[in-house]
Every structure is written in structure tokens, then in C-alpha cells.
């Protein structure tokens, strides 16, 4: 086979001129590069993984993980996408893995210590697993429990990517163990009474082969803990026992193993005078990080369990020799145990198929562990790993949208209760992770925040709230975290013994990420601790979860309560979303275009409409650029004389009808043609229902926006797929729609995009309330919407417009104040009332009412404090 060539320069090459234009966007620029030895040179290089304490510039083993999410950025020329796109997978900052770790482990060691209260015993295990803190907190009996627990401890990342979170985990255990055994005489009790334990079980069942490995493993054992540092054994009974990792991409997993390798190198003790330094040997981490598809359980959800005596006897054989090989020191006995584990799996998949489960038969051939660029089409951690469950799961799964896995979501409606065929990828990994954890197993992921608030996470709000017991919710909201993904959130909990109600005193610790006092985003464990609120579990609600301080969560119920939901509302009337032409080019011309048509087809304003895209809808009025639509519905709707025409005979008849627009259209006769959105024929804009609601006296808004920006129009504009329209709308429901009030009880529905811009969907916009309004209020309302849309004081007319929503919202707190605002708004009349001299007083008086100013207080903004 050919051997690569790599060119000298590349290492040595010191100031070369290269050509990196197309690389980095640019045009006619000349850049310079040196060979890798130099840039090396300038950079101090460790073996230590950092901690959020170290401050030394270097590079350190983390780099990997940042190394390798610029592998997953490189561009595929084949898909026109990047890898990275194609995994959603990004690298977790070490703050955000060590605060994930740390709670992940508090919250399945904390309810096994039987002494001491809840809280004490909270303050000594974030002692343990405090960078800055030192000494045992505990006393002996309760050493030796946390010791025992964390010798039993099994750790799973189902998306492990670089192994930010499995390495995280093995750090902060190590920092545990110096602390609870410093001499690391209590570590090597409970791995010795293990290896005793399974030595007296094989002698028993004179398992010869397994007697001698696990004799043989015990005099390793007294060795390593007798000649090697107490930080090696610490971590290598770790990685053998107690962290997995799983991951779909086969280089990620070997960027995790060499992580671990390093880790394990550089607590070795090194002696000159012996061979290889003194040197030991790497355990064999194939049987402990694999490359497979996390998502896809070996048996398919409803099937049989696979099982019989004979499968029995092979998983346990294969157990053993995935030890074996674990510990194998020496190519022979790595090959031996390779060989033996091979030949029992092969020999489970024809059990399995003769047992009558073909597809776990077939999805077990394509687990090949020591292949490293192969991945398993499946994870199953009793085949893989020996076991059936885990204690901890804790990760950052990969945020992929759910466009990009319709062919996998026949798969996924097998498998997940939680499955809705809108739902992202990262959804299924919840489900998935608590089917893989024991009972009260804890649990720490950090994944986008939409899923408790879209409509595509109900199934799994309601899954979560039965089946987990969920302990912190931390929702950063726009903060840049990391740049993986929007709105990242982090959830910490535990798996319920059974499925139940949570308890009315069962509370989830919440904090929402104020940006507006500028914090260091990675002080956030202290912010946290400090300016958290409880929300109860059981509150929780299907519809969205509303993670708000109690306060807030009263007033929100009250502005439901005063009246109906728009969708309600409006009865038939429903939200529209904007037309969709398939090839804009064909059918959107500008005023010229129209004129030039107009020249030769003189009644075409039934044809050519004005039309408005959401970027031209601005708040109470549009900003029409001169744009229009060649409205030629469909034949699926509207009978044209062409309608019930063959093909060429009906083109033949639309250019004799209309022979401008064929003409203006023909240039882009094979785009048309070719679109995938279009009627009956490739002329006609594809079927739609509600082509005459655009006609109708509408509110209008942008799909995408920072604030509202609800519009009234009367000009018959269509608009397009960016925008929504309310037909038939009455005029004051704009003020209600432009409202603090609305705003802020939109903000509590509706996920965030990036840079606070938020999707203003119908399915949102639908479920916030209208309130009740006499016809006097609803003429004051509408006299103050035409007024703020021709006033050049809107600022001033839009507080005022705040206050009367409030008194719509909160009649009965108005009316025990003793005001009355539409009353007032009569007396002064509202009309020009901007010129009025006396209203900026009037306004000044109205909303130094205590009253206003408390409601203010909570709604002004969606993006308030926690207070």
C-alpha cells in the first residue's frame, strides 16, 4: 500500500508564504506560516489535566478535546457540511464539567450517609471535592461508607465525545480519595476484599483459568499499591471499575482513551535504573470507552428479553475475559484475551439468532471493539461492559436538529415513550440515560432548554416529572456558555424508585441567568447558591414548564385567569403563517416590474398585491419597500380558465391571459418547473386555503424578533413564510398584543434563540390571554392604537397603553385603589393628547399610582431578576 508523504516544511518550515484566501475569507491577502516544531517551541506543554484553579499559560491533555472539535468543524466537500454539524458535538468548558461532576456526585453519595443531617453532610462532600479545601471531614465510619461507594461507583457519558465528562469524573473522585485515605490504605481494602470475593466464587466453582487470573491479579495489586504512587492506583482501579464512555464516532473515542493514558502515565513512579523507567504497562481501555451508537438499545423496546442458560454462561465467560484483557500486560496475553472475547461473541450472536432474535443477531456483528474505526450500531453495557446499569450519567449529549435524523426516527418512535416526530436528538438521550441508570442513580446533563418548553418536549416533561426526582435546574438563557449551542441549561436529578406524583414538598432548586449585572459566567456555582428559587416538582405543568420564583408564577396565573387564550379568543379566525412561493425570483417583482406589467396587463390588482417580509414589519406599523407578489393561486384552489386544461394547452392559455406576467416569468421558466413548491402548474403558487384572509383587516407580525412587533394593516399585503397574520382582527387587541403584559407572559412560554431574539410561532403566540374588556375600554384602546401609530411620541402613548392592559389584567387591585384609567383617559381625551401640555403630568401621575408601579416592578421586562 502507498506510504503518505509528508513534505519536511511542514515541520521545519520557518515564515513560508501560503495561500489561506479561501480559507479564511479573504481576497489578495498574503499570510505567512511556520513549520509545527516552531510553533511548538513557543508554547510550555503539561501533562496534567487543568483544573479551573491552574493559571499557567500552557497546553495541557484538555487541548485534545478542543482539538478535536476542530476535527468535527473541518468541511466535507462530499456532504457541504462539517462533521461537526453532522455529530452537533462541541466541547464542554472544564467550569461547567467540574460544577456537573461535583453535583452528579453529591447527589447519589448524599443520601446514603446515614449520620449527620442533609445539610452537614452537603458542606463535607463539597469539601471533599473543593480544589481550595483540604483535610477529611468525615469521621471513620462514615470514611469508610463514602470510600465503599465510590469503589462501587459506575459512571456513564453516553455521548463521551473528547471525555471532558468521564476525565472531569476521574479528577474529582482522585481529589475525593486523597482526601478520605491519604496513606490509600482504604482503597486497597476494598479492592482486595473485591478480588477475594470473586477468587472465593471461582474456587467454589472451580473455575481454574479464572482462579489463576484473579491470583495472579492480586499479587498485581499488592504491588502497584507497595512500588507505585497512591495517584496511580487511585486512578487506575478508577478507570478499570468504575467510568465508561460511549461514543458514535470512533475518534472521539480514541481521543478519550489517550486522555486517559496520559492521565495514568504521569502518576506513575519512574525509576531510571529499570527497564522502560520502571514503566507499567496501559490497561487496554477498549472494553471501557466504545465507539457505538448510544441511542439504539441491542433489543428493540416491547421485544422479548433476550436470555437463555447457554447466553447465561457466554455473557459471564465474556465478563471474565474482558478483565483479562483490561489487565493484560504484554502483547500475548492482550492477543489471548482479544481472541477469547471474539470467539464469545460470535458465539452470543449465533445464540441469539438460533434463540429467534434476528435483529439483535444482526446488530450484534457490527460491534467489533478492537477496530478502532468502527462503531457499533448499537450500546448495550451488559454485552459491552458486563453490567446492565449505571449510577451516574452525566454529559453533554449532541445537539442535533431534528431535520437532520429523519431517518432515524422510525427507530426512535420504537424505542422512546418521550418520541414526537419535531423532537431534536438531544431529547432521546434523556430518556435513554435514565433507562440506563439504577434507581435513585443520579443524573447531570447540560442540552438546549427548549424541551421544557416546546411543544415537541411534552412527552418528556411528562416522563421527566413521573419518573425523576429532578434536584437543579440552571437555565443561562443567552449567555454565551460555550459556543455549542443556545440556551444552555443545566439539569441535575435522580432516578425515582418507582413511577409517581412528586410530593408537594419535593422542590427543584432554579436560577435563570440574569445577564444584566454583568457576571463572570463561570462564577456560576456561587450565584447559584446564592440567588437560587424553589419551584415545586409538582407544580409542573404539561403545557410548559413556568421555572419562575412563586411570586412571579401568581402573577402569571393571574393574567391567565383574566381572560381567554388568543387562540380561544378568535375563535375561527386562526393564526396564519406567511406564503411560501418555492422560487421568490419568479414571483416577487419590484415597483418597476409591477409598472412594466401594468403598461401592458391593466387590471391586474387582483393579481399583483402588495407584500411585506418579516424583516419589514415593524412594531404598530410596516415598512413597505415598494416589494409585490404575482398572486396566481393555485388551480387547486381558484378555477382559472386554464384550471382544467392538459399541461400545454393551459400554458398556451395563461400567456394569451396573461401575457406580461409569462413573459416577466419565463427566464425562470426551468426554476419553476423545477420547484418543489408550486399548484397545478408551475406558474401558480402552491395551494393555500386562506389566500382571502390576506385580505382582511389583519394584524401582522415577524417570526423572529427582540421585542413585539405586532402591526396593523389594511392594505391587503401578503406576507411571507418569515411573518404570521391574525385575519379579521380587531383594532385594541393590538395594544394588548404590544403590552408589557403580553410580552412578559410570552417570555415564560416561548424558548430563546441566540442574542435574545425570540420565535414569535403561533403555538405561542396562540396561548397567551386576552383579556375581558367592556366596549368603552376596547374604544379607549383602539382610539390610543390609532394614536401611537401616527404620534412621534411613542415612548410616552406606550406607558400609557401599559397602564390600561395592567387595569384589563388587574381590575380588582385597580378598583380597591380607587383608579379608574379608561375613566381618565375620557376626561382627558386622547385624541393629539401628546401635544396636550398637561399629559406628560397626567402620564407621570398615572404611573406614580403605587398600583402601576408595582406591576411594573414585575413585568416591565422578561428579562427581570429572581427577586
Not at 464542554?92 to 453535583?103: A, H, I, N, Q, S
Not at 487506575?236 to 486517559?260: H, M, T, W
Not at 416533561?461 to 444552555?488: C, S
Not at 379608574?820 to 401640555?837: A, E, H, R, V
Request: some cysteine; glycine content about 4%; proline content about 5%.
Amino acid at each position: 500500500k502507498a506510504q503518505p508523504n509528508v513534505p519536511n516544511i511542514i515541520f521545519f518550515g520557518h515564515g513560508e508564504s501560503v495561500d489561506l484566501n479561501e480559507e479564511l475569507n479573504t481576497k489578495g491577502k498574503q499570510y505567512t506560516a511556520d513549520g509545527l516544531l516552531d510553533i511548538f517551541s513557543r508554547y510550555k506543554f503539561t501533562v496534567d489535566e487543568n483544573t479551573p484553579l491552574d493559571e499557567e499559560v500552557a497546553l495541557d491533555p484538555e487541548l485534545l478535546g478542543k482539538v478535536f472539535e476542530n476535527l468535527l468543524a473541518s468541511y466535507n466537500e462530499d456532504t457541504k457540511t462539517t462533521a461537526r454539524k453532522q455529530s452537533g458535538s462541541f466541547y464542554t468548558p472544564r467550569e461547567v464539567v467540574d460544577y456537573m461532576v461535583d453535583e452528579a456526585i453529591i447527589a447519589y453519595v448524599l443520601p446514603k450517609l446515614e449520620d449527620g443531617t442533609p445539610e452537614d453532610n452537603r458542606q463535607k462532600l463539597q469539601s471533599l471535592l473543593s480544589y481550595t479545601e483540604s483535610g477529611n471531614p468525615f469521621d471513620e465510619d462514615l470514611t469508610a461508607g463514602v470510600i465503599m461507594t465510590l469503589a462501587e461507583l459506575k459512571i456513564l457519558d453516553p455521548a463521551c465525545g473528547s471525555g471532558a465528562f468521564p476525565m472531569g469524573a476521574l479528577n474529582k473522585l482522585v481529589l475525593m480519595l486523597s482526601k478520605l485515605d491519604a496513606n490509600n490504605k482504604l482503597w486497597q481494602r476494598q479492592h482486595e476484599r473485591r478480588l477475594n470475593e470473586d477468587l472465593a466464587k471461582a474456587t467454589k466453582a472451580k473455575n481454574i483459568e479464572e482462579v489463576e487470573a484473579l491470583t495472579a491479579e492480586l499479587i498485581r495489586l499488592k504491588t502497584n499499591f507497595e512500588q507505585q504512587t497512591a495517584e496511580y492506583t487511585r486512578k487506575l482501579y478508577l478507570i478499570e471499575n468504575s467510568i465508561y464512555g460511549v461514543d458514535i464516532q470512533p475518534i472521539a473515542v480514541q481521543i478519550a482513551k489517550l486522555r486517559f493514558f496520559i492521565a495514568l502515565i504521569v502518576s506513575q513512579q519512574v525509576d531510571a535504573k529499570k527497564p522502560n523507567r520502571g514503566m507499567l504497562a496501559l490497561p487496554n481501555l477498549e472494553t471501557r470507552i466504545v465507539a457505538a451508537n448510544g441511542l439504539q438499545p441491542l433489543s428493540d423496546k416491547g421485544q422479548a428479553v433476550m436470555d437463555s442458560d447457554a447466553l447465561r454462561a457466554l455473557r459471564k465467560q465474556l465478563i471474565e475475559q474482558q478483565s483479562h484483557y483490561f489487565r493484560a500486560n504484554d502483547r500475548q496475553k492482550k492477543k489471548t484475551a482479544q481472541n477469547k472475547i471474539e470467539l464469545l461473541q460470535t458465539e452470543i450472536q449465533k445464540e441469539c439468532f438460533l434463540l429467534g432474535y434476528g435483529d439483535m443477531s444482526a446488530r450484534l456483528l457490527s460491534f467489533h471493539p478492537f477496530d478502532q474505526n468502527s462503531s457499533s450500531q448499537f450500546f448495550e453495557p451488559n454485552i459491552m461492559f458486563g453490567f446492565d446499569k449505571f449510577n451516574m450519567v452525566i454529559g453533554n449529549p449532541p445537539y442535533v436538529r431534528q431535520e437532520s435524523i429523519k431517518h432515524l426516527k422510525d427507530q426512535f418512535k420504537k424505542n422512546y415513550a418521550c418520541f414526537t416526530g419535531v423532537a431534536d436528538l438531544y431529547v432521546y438521550f434523556y430518556e435513554r440515560s435514565f433507562d440506563l441508570l439504577e434507581p435513585n442513580g443520579s443524573f447531570a446533563f447540560i442540552t438546549s432548554n427548549k424541551w421544557y418548553r416546546a411543544n415537541y418536549g411534552a412527552k418528556l416533561r411528562d416522563w421527566m416529572k413521573i419518573n425523576t426526582r429532578i434536584h437543579q435546574v440552571i437555565d443561562f438563557g443567552d449567555e454565551a456558555v460555550f459556543t455549542a449551542l443556545a440556551y444552555p441549561t443545566i439539569v441535575i436529578a435522580t432516578k425515582r424508585e418507582q413511577v409517581k406524583q412528586p410530593a408537594d414538598h419535593e422542590l427543584i432548586k432554579v436560577l435563570n441567568w440574569d445577564q444584566s449585572t454583568n457576571p463572570n459566567i463561570f462564577d456560576f456555582p456561587r450565584i447559584f447558591a446564592k440567588h437560587h428559587f424553589s419551584v415545586q416538582q409538582a407544580s409542573l405543568q404539561p403545557k410548559g414548564w413556568q421555572l419562575e420564583p412563586q411570586g412571579k408564577r401568581d402573577v402569571l396565573a393571574r393574567l391567565r385567569a383574566a381572560g381567554k387564550p388568543l387562540g380561544e379568543y378568535v375563535g375561527d379566525e386562526k393564526i396564519c403563517i406567511g406564503v411560501k412561493t418555492g422560487f421568490n425570483k419568479g414571483f416577487i417583482i419590484n415597483l418597476e416590474d409591477k409598472d412594466l406589467i401594468e403598461e401592458v396587463e391593466i387590471s391586474t390588482n387582483k393579481i399583483i398585491k402588495p407584500y411585506l417580509r418579516g424583516k419589514n414589519i415593524k412594531r404598530w406599523q410596516a415598512d413597505f419597500d415598494d416589494t409585490f407578489l404575482i398572486q396566481i393561486e393555485s388551480s387547486e384552489n381558484k378555477t382559472h380558465t386554464w384550471s382544467n386544461l392538459k399541461s400545454d394547452l393551459a400554458e398556451k392559455k395563461f400567456k394569451s391571459t396573461h401575457p406580461a406576467i409569462y413573459d416577466y416569468m419565463s427566464p425562470y421558466r426551468m426554476n419553476l418547473i423545477n420547484r418543489s413548491d408550486q399548484g397545478r402548474f408551475f406558474w401558480e403558487m402552491r395551494s393555500c386555503s386562506y389566500w382571502n384572509k390576506f385580505s382582511s383587516p389583519k394584524i401582522i407580525w415577524p417570526d423572529i424578533a427582540l421585542t413585539p412587533q405586532f402591526c396593523w394593516d389594511e392594505s391587503g399585503s401578503v406576507v411571507d413564510m418569515t411573518a404570521f397574520i391574525l385575519p379579521n382582527a380587531e383594532k385594541w387587541m393590538l395594544g394588548i398584543l404590544n403590552s408589557n403584559c403580553f410580552f412578559w407572559a410570552f417570555s415564560k412560554n416561548s424558548s430563546q434563540i441566540q442574542n435574545g431574539y425570540y420565535r414569535f410561532k403561533y403555538q405561542y403566540v396562540e396561548q397567551i390571554p386576552i383579556p375581558e374588556a367592556t366596549a368603552h375600554q376596547k374604544h379607549v384602546l383602539e382610539t390610543l392604537v390609532d394614536e401611537i401609530m401616527i404620534s412621534k411620541e411613542r415612548p410616552k402613548l406606550e406607558r400609557l397603553m401599559n397602564a390600561l392592559v395592567y387595569q384589563l389584567f388587574f381590575p380588582e387591585e385597580f378598583k380597591a385603589a380607587g383608579i379608574n384609567l379608561f375613566q381618565i383617559c375620557t376626561k382627558i381625551g386622547l385624541l393629539n393628547c401628546s401635544d396636550n401640555p398637561d399629559f406628560q403630568k397626567i402620564l407621570a401621575t398615572i404611573h406614580s399610582f403605587p398600583i402601576v408601579q408595582t406591576i411594573e416592578d414585575i413585568i416591565a421586562t422578561p428579562k427581570d431578576s429572581q427577586a
